[in-house]
């Protein structure tokens, strides 16, 4: 019995392992279409629409976000204000630069030290580390944001937020040109 019990742990532990491999790769995406240039598509007036969700997939916030880009050269700066369900209001500015290699790297005021980007086909891939503030406590958590192009008005983002590699959280958000 005792070596049943092992035997369903080692196993138990090789699909975890083999589970937490599998995720998407940014080259998945090579051949998708229309091709995402978050310069292009951030240049000029954008507005999105998201949820927060619980590890339960219990909804627990809403939000807007009125988006103004700015391309100088090879970078971005994105002035983002944000309202919540609840009357909150929050302003994040990035500033995102394309680097010679194709992939980008980002900073703005809240994000602990850069966050790390790289794009293929319709999809972009966003990295970062934030500090996000709920029920009274801070938390430092790992964003992974997944950026998809529909059509040259509209962009949908799925991210998973993690703490110790947990999936703790997720954002949806609608991304609409104006």
């Known amino acids: 019995m005792l070596r049943l019990c092992n035997a369903l742990k080692g196993l138990m532990l090789l699909t975890l392992i083999f589970l937490a491999g599998c995720s998407a790769d940014i080259k998945d995406y090579q051949q998708a279409q229309p091709k995402l240039d978050?310069?292009?598509?951030?240049?000029?007036?954008?507005?999105?629409?998201?949820?927060?969700?619980?590890?339960?997939?219990?909804?627990?916030?809403?939000?807007?976000?009125?988006?103004?880009?700015?391309?100088?050269?090879?970078?971005?700066?994105?002035?983002?204000?944000?309202?919540?369900?609840?009357?909150?209001?929050?302003?994040?500015?990035?500033?995102i630069h394309k680097l010679a290699d194709g992939s980008?790297?980002?900073?703005?005021?809240?994000?602990?030290?850069?966050?790390?980007?790289?794009?293929?086909?319709?999809?972009?891939?966003?990295?970062?580390?934030?500090?996000?503030?709920?029920?009274g406590s801070t938390y430092r958590l790992t964003f992974d944001d997944w950026i998809f192009q529909q059509d040259d008005k509209h962009l949908f983002n799925v991210t998973s937020l993690k703490k110790f590699g947990v999936e703790v959280a997720k954002v949806t958000l609608f991304f609409e040109k104006k």
């Open 38 to 95: 978050i310069f292009s598509y951030f240049q000029g007036d954008s507005v999105a629409y998201g949820m927060v969700q619980d590890y339960t997939n219990k909804q627990t916030r809403r939000f807007s976000v009125k988006i103004r880009g700015d391309v100088v050269g090879p970078t971005l700066t994105l002035h983002e204000d944000f309202v919540y369900d609840d009357g909150e209001k929050q302003t994040r500015v990035w500033h």
């Open 104 to 135: 980008y790297s980002g900073t703005a005021g809240d994000i602990i030290g850069t966050a790390t980007g790289h794009a293929a086909g319709n999809a972009f891939n966003w990295k970062y580390v934030m500090d996000v503030k709920a029920s």
